[in-house]
C-alpha cells in the first residue's frame, strides 16, 4: 500500500455512549486532511505514536485496556505502527496542551495520538482523545470527549480507533464491528454447532443458538440486527431467521425439500436462497414483507450461493451449468447468468465487495484452497490465502479486509477464523473460544 502525506492535521473525537446494553456514538468534529493514500503498493506503515492515558486513580485501568484496544485495532489493520513507548522521550501534558513536537520528531513520528480517562461522580467512564500531525505541529478543535459505562471500555478503544483510520485514511475502520460465526466443539465428525456473535476482535461471544440443532451459515442483514441461517430443525435444512436481540427466530416458509445459502439484500427487505426441487437446485428470492417466493434462475445446474451487488441491480453465485463450479453474475431480478471466473481450477462462496469492485471467493486447485479477489467482470483475479482448506469469505464493511475459515487437516483438524486484507499482505488468526466457521461480518455500529 503506498502513503502519501497531505496537509497536516488533527482528529478531535467528541461522542457518547447511550447505555450499556445499546452503546451509541456520534463524531461532532470532521477529520482532518492528514491521509495515508491506500494503493496497490507496498511500503511501511505509517508510525504512531500512542503514549499511555492520562487517568485519574480510579479510571487507570480502564485508560490502560482503551488504549491496548486501539494499539491492537490500529496494528491489525496493516497500515499502521504504533512505536513502543520505551522509545518516548516525554509524556503528553495533556489532551488540552500543546505537544512538545521535537520530541516525537526525533523518533519518528508521523502522527500523535493523546488521550486521558477518568470517572464521572455518577460513574460513567469519561474518555478525551486527540490526534496530532506531528511535522506540522498542527490540530483541529478541542477535545469534547467520549462518556460510557465503563463495561464499555473496549468499545469507546475501537471507536478511537475507527475515528484514528478515519482520519489517517480518510476511510472508516472496521473496529467498532462485530462477526456472527459457528461455533463448534466436540469430536470431528460429531461436532456440535452454534450460532454465536463476538467483537471483530475476538471479545464478548455471545451465543444465539442452542446445541440441539445443526446451524451453519449465518448472514447479517444491513442493519445488523437480524441474522438468516441454515438450520436443521425438525430435521429439515431450512432457511430461518433471527432477531439478534431478542432470540426469536422462525423458518421462512415450509418448501417441502433443502433451503439453504441465504443472504439479505442490501436494503435488508428480501432474502436469496437456494431450493431444491426434483433434483435440481434453483436461485429464489423471498420478499420478507408477505414471504412472497419468486425464481431468480432455472437452469440445469446447481445455482447457489447468492450475493447482491451494493446497490442491488446484481448477483453473483456459483453454478455447474457449465460443466464445473464457476462463479457468475445474473441481474437481481433474475435471468439468464453471465459467467465472471475463467481461470484453472473450482469457484465457490462468492461475496460482493461493500465498495462494489470486487467479489471475493474461494478457489479450490492442485488440492489446495484459496481466498481470492476479482474485478466485478472477472478481470485482476488475485489469491490472497492458500492452505488445506480456506473457504466461506466475509467482508469488512469498509471493504478492505476480509475474514474467513481455515480448516486444519487430520483426524483432530478443526476450522479456525482468519481475517486477511484484501492485498493479502496481512493474514492473522482471530482467536475464538472454540473451532469456528462460517463468519459474517456485522455492519458498523451505531
Not at 469507546?156 to 461455533?183: C, M, N, R, S, Y
Not at 483432530?412 to 492473522?428: E, F, M, Q, S
Amino acid at each position: 500500500m503506498g502513503f502519501a502525506r497531505r496537509a497536516a492535521a488533527a482528529l478531535v473525537l467528541a461522542a457518547a455512549l447511550a447505555a450499556p446494553a445499546a452503546p451509541a456514538l456520534a463524531q461532532d468534529a470532521a477529520p482532518g486532511p492528514l491521509r495515508i493514500e491506500i494503493t496497490q503498493g507496498v511500503v511501511e506503515p505509517m508510525p504512531i505514536a500512542l503514549p499511555a492515558f492520562a487517568a485519574t486513580p480510579e479510571a487507570q485501568a480502564l485508560a490502560e485496556e482503551i488504549r491496548g484496544v486501539v494499539k491492537a485495532d490500529l496494528e491489525s489493520a496493516g497500515l499502521f505502527r504504533v512505536i513502543d513507548q520505551q522509545a518516548y522521550l516525554s509524556a503528553p501534558a495533556g489532551v488540552a496542551a500543546v505537544p512538545a513536537f521535537e520530541n516525537w520528531r526525533v523518533i519518528n513520528a508521523d502522527a500523535l495520538g493523546v488521550g486521558q480517562a477518568s470517572l464521572t461522580p455518577d460513574g460513567r467512564l469519561e474518555t478525551r482523545f486527540k490526534l496530532w500531525d506531528v511535522v506540522s505541529g498542527r490540530e483541529s478543535g478541542s477535545g469534547v470527549g467520549l462518556r460510557a459505562a465503563p463495561a464499555d471500555a473496549r468499545r469507546v478503544g475501537h471507536k478511537i480507533a475507527d475515528a484514528i483510520h478515519l482520519a489517517l485514511t480518510g476511510e472508516p475502520g472496521w473496529f467498532d464491528t462485530q462477526v456472527a460465526f459457528v461455533d463448534e466443539t466436540g469430536p470431528k465428525g460429531r461436532r456440535v454447532k452454534r450460532i454465536a456473535v463476538m467483537d471483530q476482535d475476538g471479545a464478548n461471544v455471545r451465543y444465539l443458538t442452542g446445541p440441539q440443532d445443526l446451524v451453519l451459515t449465518p448472514r447479517y442483514s444491513p442493519d445488523g440486527r437480524s441474522l438468516v441461517y441454515l438450520s436443521y430443525q425438525g430435521g429439515v435444512p431450512r432457511v430461518w431467521i433471527m432477531d439478534i436481540a431478542t432470540g426469536q427466530h422462525e423458518a421462512l416458509g415450509t418448501f417441502g425439500n433443502m433451503s439453504f445459502a441465504p443472504r439479505f439484500s442490501p436494503d435488508g427487505a428480501r432474502v436469496a436462497l437456494s431450493l431444491t426441487e426434483g433434483g435440481n437446485t434453483d436461485l429464489y428470492e423471498m420478499r420478507l414483507s408477505d414471504r412472497r417466493l419468486r425464481r431468480l434462475s432455472a437452469g440445469p445446474g446447481i445455482e447457489t450461493a447468492p450475493s447482491y451487488s451494493p446497490d442491488g441491480r446484481w448477483i453473483v453465485y456459483e453454478s455447474d451449468a457449465g460443466g464445473s463450479q464457476q462463479l457468475y453474475v445474473m441481474p437481481a431480478g433474475g435471468g439468464v447468468g453471465r459467467r465472471i471466473s475463467f481461470g484453472d481450477g473450482r469457484y465457490g462462496t462468492p461475496v460482493w465487495s461493500p465498495r462494489g469492485d470486487l467479489i471475493a471467493f474461494t478457489k479450490q486447485l492442485g488440492g489446495r484452497f484459496h481466498v481470492g479477489v476479482m474485478s466485478t467482470d472477472g478481470t485482476g483475479e488475485r489469491l490472497l490465502t492458500a492452505s488445506f482448506l480456506d473457504e466461506a469469505p466475509t467482508w469488512a464493511p469498509n471493504g478492505r479486509a476480509l475474514m474467513f475459515f481455515r480448516e486444519t487437516p487430520g483426524p483432530n483438524g478443526a476450522p479456525a477464523l482468519w481475517r486477511v486484507d484484501a492485498t493479502g499482505r496481512v493474514l492473522k488468526r482471530v482467536d475464538t473460544p472454540a473451532a469456528a466457521s462460517d463468519p459474517s461480518w456485522s455492519p458498523p455500529r451505531p
